[in-house]
Structure formats: C-alpha cells, structure tokens
C-alpha cells in the first residue's frame, strides 16, 4: 500500500503546508503505509493548452514532468494534497497540474484510490480544503476528509495540528484497507462513470483515447 503526498508551497522546508502533509503521511506510514513525499515546486508543470491531444491520444504533446508525477499517481492507493491559501484558491503550480489532468477526468482514472487535503492560511483554510477535495472528488478518488490550520498569528498552529493531521493519514490507511466506507460518494463515482462513459460514446471519434479507455475497462461493448 503506497499513500503519496503532494505539497505545493514556495516556501520549501518553510513550508507551514509541507510541515502539515508531513504530519498526514507520517500517520499512513504509522498504519503499515509506504509513503513518499513531492514537492511541486521542484517540477516543472506547464500550463495546458486546451488543444484535446490526450482525449484523442491519451498522450499530451507537452514536454515536462507531469507524467512521471502521473505515473507515481497511478501507483499509489492513498493521495494527499496540500497547499497554503492564495486568495481562496492554490498557487499556481497546483493549479497548472490539475488543469493538465483533464484527461484523467475524463476517463476516471483514479477511480478507487483514496485522498484527503490539507492547508494553511492566515485566516481562512478550509476553502482551500473544499476545493482540493473536490478536485480529488472529480477526479474519481474517494474522500475521506480534510484539514485547514488557520495561522491567523500563532506560528505554532501546524505544530499543534500535527496529532490530527496523523489522525487523518491514519484514517486514510484504514479507508484504503475498506475498514471505513463511503456509500453516498461510491454512488457519485458510479454516476461519474457513467456521464463520462457516454460522453465518450457520443464523441468517439474526437475523444477516440477516452472511448477505447472505456471499452478496455467493459464498460463500452
């Protein structure tokens, strides 16, 4: 069982955001997980273009480090995003990886897999929080909570969030192993599946990649 934190802050070591995803991890790995830990910010993500290649192809024509990252995606049970609060959204970086994932949307790659997300901010973080579980949400993974640590002057916060942040990496193991389920968000994932699976059919010349995804996966005879 492998859980994967990704934290996009610019701040590095300093990262009261890196200090948090630190925490969720350190709770998988305390429950049997092998984890690994990616920092954005080392990789180079452009931003899309809109062009559909890689519902055509399955293939994007950029050249940068996002398949890798997709690939160690794909290889693990468990995801944890973290990112500090800019303006009621992620920083840019974030944001630039999950608008190249359109694809992965599409044909519901992720489905199965398990996730959670983190923040900080100076006086708000749970919208942050929201919104990145929503992303995981849409991206086919199973939600199984959240944690925003508002600094609002108390440097100390993440510290002092560290016990249920591990809770929370705890919680995502156990989620993972089917010890805790999800039925109202099994039903939304199955309906996804299904509104992807038919724009797919409607559309199979142009989206030719995500049409042959679904008639690998029989859900297209």
């Known amino acids: 069982m492998k859980v994967l934190g990704i934290s996009a802050s610019p701040r590095g070591s300093?990262?009261?955001?890196l200090q948090l995803v630190k925490s969720v991890?350190?709770?998988?790995?305390?429950?049997?997980a092998e984890v690994e830990l990616i920092?954005?910010?080392?990789?180079?993500?452009?931003?899309?273009?809109g062009c559909g290649a890689c519902y055509a192809t399955g293939e994007c024509p950029l050249i940068d480090d996002f398949e890798e990252l997709l690939d160690r995606i794909m290889n693990a049970d468990g995801i944890v995003f973290g990112a500090p609060n800019y303006i009621n959204s992620v920083?840019?970086?974030?944001?630039?990886?999950?608008?190249?994932?359109?694809?992965?949307?599409?044909?519901?790659?992720l489905s199965g897999k398990f996730g959670c997300s983190v923040?900080?901010?100076?006086?708000?973080?749970?919208?942050?929080?929201d919104y990145m579980n929503s992303v995981l949400m849409t991206l086919g993974v199973t939600v199984v909570g959240g944690l925003g640590v508002v600094m609002a002057g108390n440097p100390a916060a993440p510290q002092q969030a560290a016990g249920s942040a591990e809770e929370l990496g705890k919680k995502l193991v156990k989620s993972i192993r089917g010890e805790i389920?999800?039925?109202?968000?099994?039903e939304q994932?199955?309906?996804?599946?299904?509104?992807f699976?038919?724009?797919?059919?409607?559309?199979?010349?142009?989206f030719a990649h995500d049409y042959d995804w679904y008639v690998r996966m029989g859900l297209i005879k």
């Open 25 to 32: 991890i350190k709770g998988a790995e305390s429950e049997g």
């Open 197 to 206: 699976c038919r724009l797919a059919q409607s559309n199979k010349e142009r």
């Open 39 to 49: 920092d954005l910010y080392t990789l180079k993500i452009e931003y899309c273009t």
């Open 181 to 186: 389920k999800y039925p109202e968000q099994e």
């Open 91 to 109: 920083p840019a970086p974030m944001k630039a990886f999950f608008d190249r994932l359109s694809d992965v949307i599409h044909c519901q790659m």
């Open 119 to 129: 923040s900080t901010g100076g006086g708000t973080a749970d919208v942050v929080v």
């Open 189 to 195: 994932h199955r309906q996804n599946v299904e509104y």
């Open 14 to 17: 300093e990262s009261n955001t």
